[in-house]
C-alpha cells in the first residue's frame, strides 16, 4: 500500500537554528514528491516538485533533497514567517494520475 | 494572475441537508480535483476531472458524494443528505495537464454539519 510517513510531527525551533524535516515514502513506482507550506485556514501553498533520486531544489532558505526511500526538507536559519505545516506528498505510477498522496505534515514554529 | 477560487469559503448545514460546493480553477487549467481535509490530517483524494470527465472517483466515500464540471472549467461537488462526520475543509487544486504538472491549492471550503 502507498504510504507518505512525515517527521517529527511538530517541530520548535529558535529564529536562525536550522533543522531539517522528513518525508519517508513507500509507492510503487515514483512519478514525483511535492511539497507544500500550509498556514493556519489557508490551502497548501506548492514549494518544490522532485523526480528522481539525486535531486535537489532550493527557494530562500528552503532546500529539498531525494532519495529512493525519503526526501528532506532543509531549513536554513528560520525566521518567525517560516511558520507553518509542511506537507509532503507522491504520486505514483501505479495510480491514478490525479491522486496525491499525502503525509500528515510537520507543524513548524519558529520563535524569535 | 488569478488563482484557484472556492466558494464559500465557510457553510454551516443540518444533518440531512444537501450542500453544494463550488470551484474555480486556474484559466487554462485543465485538470481539476477535490481533496477534502480534517484536522490534524493531510488531504484525502477525493475525485478528479481531465477536461469535463470524472478521471478517477476513487476517493469519492460513498454515493452521496459526487461531482461536475459540465464545461471543463468550473466544478461543483455536490453532497446529499449530510453527516456529521462529512465536516471537514474541503480543498479544490487545478494543474496544467493530470499526472505531470504541480496542483495549486484553493482556499478551501469549511463544511461543518450541525
Same mark, same amino acid.
Given at each position: 500500500?502507498? =504510504?507518505?510517513? =512525515?517527521?517529527?510531527?511538530?517541530?520548535?525551533?529558535?529564529?536562525?537554528?536550522?533543522?531539517?524535516?522528513?518525508?519517508?515514502?513507500?509507492?510503487?513506482?515514483?512519478?514525483?514528491?511535492?511539497?507544500?507550506?500550509?498556514?493556519?485556514?489557508?490551502?497548501?501553498?506548492?514549494?518544490?516538485?522532485?523526480?528522481?533520486?539525486?535531486?535537489? $531544489?532550493? $527557494?530562500?532558505?528552503?532546500?529539498?533533497?531525494?532519495?529512493?526511500?525519503?526526501?528532506?526538507?532543509?531549513?536554513?536559519?528560520?525566521?518567525?514567517?517560516?511558520?507553518?505545516?509542511?506537507?509532503?506528498?507522491?504520486?505514483?505510477?501505479?495510480?491514478?494520475?490525479?491522486?496525491?498522496?499525502?503525509?500528515?505534515?510537520?507543524?513548524?514554529? *519558529?520563535?524569535? | 494572475?488569478?488563482?484557484?477560487?472556492?466558494?464559500?469559503?465557510?457553510? *454551516?448545514?443540518? $444533518?440531512?441537508?444537501?450542500?453544494?460546493?463550488?470551484?474555480?480553477?486556474?484559466?487554462?487549467?485543465?485538470?481539476?480535483?477535490?481533496? !477534502?481535509?480534517?484536522?490534524?490530517?493531510?488531504?484525502?483524494?477525493?475525485?478528479?476531472?481531465?477536461?469535463?470527465?470524472?478521471?478517477?472517483?476513487?476517493?469519492?466515500?460513498?454515493?452521496?458524494?459526487?461531482?461536475?464540471?459540465?464545461?471543463?472549467?468550473?466544478?461543483?461537488?455536490?453532497? =446529499?443528505?449530510?453527516? !456529521?462526520?462529512?465536516?471537514?475543509?474541503?480543498?479544490?487544486?487545478?494543474?496544467?495537464?493530470?499526472?505531470?504538472?504541480?496542483?495549486?491549492?484553493?482556499?478551501?471550503? !469549511?463544511?461543518?454539519?450541525?
Amino acid at each position: 500500500e502507498d =504510504q507518505v510517513t =512525515q517527521s517529527p510531527e511538530a517541530l520548535r525551533l529558535q529564529e536562525g537554528e536550522s533543522s531539517s524535516l522528513n518525508c519517508s515514502y513507500t509507492v510503487s513506482g515514483l512519478r514525483g514528491l511535492f511539497w507544500y507550506r500550509q498556514d493556519p485556514g489557508k490551502g497548501p501553498e506548492f514549494l518544490f516538485t522532485l523526480y528522481s533520486a539525486g535531486e535537489e $531544489k532550493e $527557494k530562500e532558505r528552503l532546500k529539498a533533497t531525494l532519495t529512493k526511500k525519503e526526501s528532506f526538507l532543509h531549513i536554513t536559519a528560520p525566521k518567525p514567517e517560516d511558520s507553518a505545516t509542511y506537507l509532503c506528498a507522491v504520486l505514483n505510477y501505479g495510480g491514478s494520475q490525479g491522486n496525491l498522496i499525502f503525509g500528515k505534515g510537520t507543524k513548524l514554529s *519558529v520563535k524569535p | 494572475g488569478a488563482g484557484v477560487s472556492q466558494t464559500p469559503s465557510n457553510k *454551516v448545514t443540518e $444533518k440531512g441537508k444537501y450542500v453544494e460546493l463550488r470551484c474555480d480553477p486556474i484559466s487554462g487549467h485543465t485538470a481539476l480535483y477535490w481533496y !477534502r481535509q480534517s484536522l490534524g490530517q493531510g488531504p484525502e483524494f477525493l475525485i478528479y476531472f481531465q477536461g469535463t470527465g470524472a478521471a478517477d472517483d476513487s476517493g469519492l466515500p460513498n454515493d452521496r458524494f459526487f461531482a461536475v464540471r459540465p464545461e471543463g472549467s468550473v466544478s461543483t461537488l455536490k453532497i =446529499q443528505r449530510t453527516e !456529521r462526520g462529512d465536516s471537514a475543509v474541503y480543498l479544490c487544486a487545478s494543474s496544467l495537464m493530470a499526472g505531470v504538472d504541480e496542483q495549486f491549492f484553493g482556499p478551501g471550503t !469549511r463544511l461543518t454539519v450541525l
